[in-house]
């Protein structure tokens, strides 16, 4: 399985960006992507996944700002909205296989930046 990330940037607090992730390869076996970030120093944090059901889970932190969709070609996205400088990391897309609780596959994370 491979996961292609795309559409982090600058952006001023208030602001929104849209995170988008391909999945390519084998990709039958997968149940649940998601998107984790990370600031240097810290450890790798879970911000939001969805299962091929489309049941969710957010981090608390961006519940009610964040959201995580899944479309049929395989992509899935995060609209991030009303940003805060807090929320500044690389993020990267995940995928977990069947009965896995952690992810097994991961993207090559791209740079979300929040300032003014």
């Known amino acids: 399985v491979q996961l292609q990330a795309s559409g982090g940037g600058l952006v001023q607090p208030g602001g929104s960006l849209k995170l988008s992730c391909a999945a390519s390869?084998?990709?039958?076996?997968?149940?649940?992507m998601g998107w984790y970030r990370q600031v240097p120093g810290k450890q790798r944090e879970l911000a939001a996944t969805i299962t091929s059901r489309g049941n969710t889970n957010y981090a608390d932190s961006v519940k009610g700002r964040f959201a995580i969709s899944l479309s049929r070609d395989n992509m899935v996205y995060l609209q991030m909205n009303s940003l805060k400088p807090e929320d500044s990391a690389i993020y990267y897309c995940?995928?977990?296989?069947?009965?896995?609780?952690?992810?097994?596959?991961w993207g090559q994370g791209t740079q979300v930046t929040v300032s003014s």
């Open positions: 390869g084998s990709i039958f076996g997968i149940n649940t």
């Open positions: 995940s995928a977990n296989t069947w009965g896995s609780i952690n992810p097994n596959y």
